[in-house]
């Protein structure tokens, strides 16, 4: 019953590459968000967005720029993928509060 | 500044026993929010148990409690009737004021395994 979405779930590609990694919820949050994370660290926020045209960078510098067209899809594209760039990226939403936030699956990106 | 300080890398627990993992964190805001976060193998990030600041009891969510201890800045996760599902990492996160009102910050994490 997952709701938020995630896509691809892998994926291995080449460097130089421009890469879309695609992040979609069906809860009407506004709070969105993306985290950087090697395995079994910790994570990094890289990207969050409050609302539809409202993004802003996180704490971890990175390359990738996002966009929040709609509410519900907050894609985030690496115009040059490096091996650097060889990671997990985890999509999240939520409302604030008492709640906790909501993550997706994750994408685990190999640049070779 | 905020942080979260979580300071085992890793745990065994004997099935069906009982595990508390560590967490002390360290803010200025009155007011803030803690959080713990489980990570299978799996890689997605499933949301525990939260306790507010001004909460006057420790939170509880079925086998999982959070032993708040306000003065001095600790927000343990114990679970209860350990179960080979819950080999996993385990994050705390804060949120507050100063971090943004709405960002976690995470800790480094601890990696739990359940022993049969």
């Known amino acids: 019953e997952a709701d938020i979405y995630q896509t691809p779930r892998y994926l291995v590609i080449g460097t130089g590459k421009k890469i879309t990694l695609e992040c979609s919820q069906t809860?009407?949050?506004?709070?969105m968000y993306w985290y950087q994370q090697d395995p079994g660290m910790e994570l990094h926020l890289i990207h969050y967005?409050?609302?539809?045209?409202?993004?802003e960078k996180g704490d971890l510098s990175s390359e990738s720029t996002v966009s929040r067209i709609r509410t519900e899809h907050f894609p985030l594209t690496l115009e040059s993928a490096r091996p650097s760039h060889t990671s997990q990226y985890l999509c999240?939403?939520?409302?604030?509060?008492?709640?906790?936030?909501?993550f997706g699956s994750g994408t685990r990106l190999t640049v070779v | 500044a905020q942080k979260i300080t979580q300071t085992q890398p890793g745990m065994f627990v004997q099935e069906k026993e009982a595990v508390t993992l560590d967490c002390t964190y360290d803010?200025?805001?009155?007011?803030?929010?803690l959080f713990w976060y489980k990570q299978p193998s799996s890689g997605e990030m499933i949301f525990l148990i939260y306790?507010?600041?001004?909460?006057?009891q420790n939170a509880t969510e079925g086998r999982y409690s959070l032993n708040f201890q306000k003065a001095r800045k600790s927000a343990n996760l114990v679970i209860s009737a350990s179960q080979l599902g819950d080999s996993a990492m385990y994050f705390c996160?804060?949120?507050?004021?100063?971090?943004?009102?709405?960002?976690?910050?995470f800790g480094t994490g601890t990696r739990l395994k359940v022993l049969a």
């Open positions: 999240a939403s939520g409302l604030g509060g008492r709640g906790g936030y909501t």
């Open positions: 809860m009407g949050h506004d709070k």
């Open positions: 967005s409050y609302g539809v045209n409202s993004t």
């Open positions: 803010t200025s805001d009155p007011s803030y929010g």
């Open positions: 306790q507010g600041s001004y909460d006057q």
């Open positions: 996160a804060m949120r507050g004021p100063t971090s943004g009102t709405y960002k976690y910050i």
